[in-house]
């Protein structure tokens, strides 16, 4: 089992349309979240941190279930520009001194006039 | 405004050959770290560093080497070039190792072995 599972997607909605992904994490004891957007062929950028009580930036709400394991991102009122392939990041307990951040495969959003 | 600056962005090699991939950043950052993404994989952690004069293995370090004499800078080596390697490289920097401090990355290295 990865460490990080994502749906690879892709998620095809119309303008306007709220989408959420979720990502699930095996390691019960991880200690921090992510949410990063890469672009086609660019480097990856963080887009948010998730904390445990929830969390949100304009259209964008993230929100962690540490019973479950899992992270969530809503978008709502998409836009065309929010086409790109999201994130789910991890950091592992006890990774403090090694800063090493897991990496889901992405979950690829495609948004249609 | 450089942040991560990766060199070069694209790179052709053939079976056995080495090169190494520059990677600088401007920030003052203590962590560097080198990925991997391949199709389906997501980022794989080659080689990491906490500061300079340390590093340590990622997750898929076979066929890497890194250095990390000063601060600013995080070459990743490929001793003898092989297919499997053919991938995207990106660098990345933190503030430190630990914390919620953002990743920023590179524009990434485009590398092709035949």
């Known amino acids: 089992r990865k460490e990080v599972e994502q749906d690879p997607g892709p998620f095809n909605v119309p303008e306007g349309a709220t989408v959420a992904f979720n990502c699930t994490y095996s390691?019960?004891?991880?200690?921090?979240f992510f949410w990063y957007r890469q672009d086609c062929r660019k480097e990856p950028k963080l887009l948010m941190s998730?904390?445990?009580s929830g969390n949100e930036d304009g259209r964008f709400t993230a929100q962690l279930n540490r019973a479950s394991q899992y992270i969530s991102l809503l978008i709502r009122d998409s836009k065309l520009s929010d086409s790109a392939t999201y994130l789910c990041?991890?950091?592992?307990?006890?990774?403090?001194?090694?800063?090493?951040?897991?990496f889901g495969q992405g979950t690829t959003l495609q948004v249609k006039p | 405004n450089a942040g991560v600056t990766q060199t070069p962005k694209f790179q052709v090699l053939k079976t056995g050959q080495s090169m190494t991939l520059q990677c600088a950043q401007d920030?003052?950052?203590?962590?560097m770290s080198w990925y991997r993404q391949d199709p389906g994989m997501g980022l794989r952690l080659i080689h990491y560093?906490?500061?300079?004069?340390?590093?340590d293995q990622g997750e898929v370090p076979n066929g890497y080497n890194v250095s990390r004499s000063t601060t600013e800078d995080f070459p990743l080596r490929l001793l003898s070039a092989a297919p499997s390697q053919t991938s995207v490289y990106f660098c990345?920097?933190?503030?430190?190792?630990?914390?919620?401090?953002?990743?920023?990355f590179g524009d990434g290295t485009r590398l092709s072995i035949l």
């Open positions: 920030m003052n950052h203590e962590y």
């Open positions: 560093s906490v500061g300079a004069g340390i590093t």
């Open positions: 390691n019960s004891a991880s200690q921090s």
């Open positions: 990345a920097s933190r503030a430190r190792a630990g914390g919620n401090q953002p990743q920023h």
């Open positions: 990041v991890v950091t592992p307990y006890g990774s403090g001194n090694t800063g090493k951040l897991i």
């Open positions: 998730v904390y445990s």
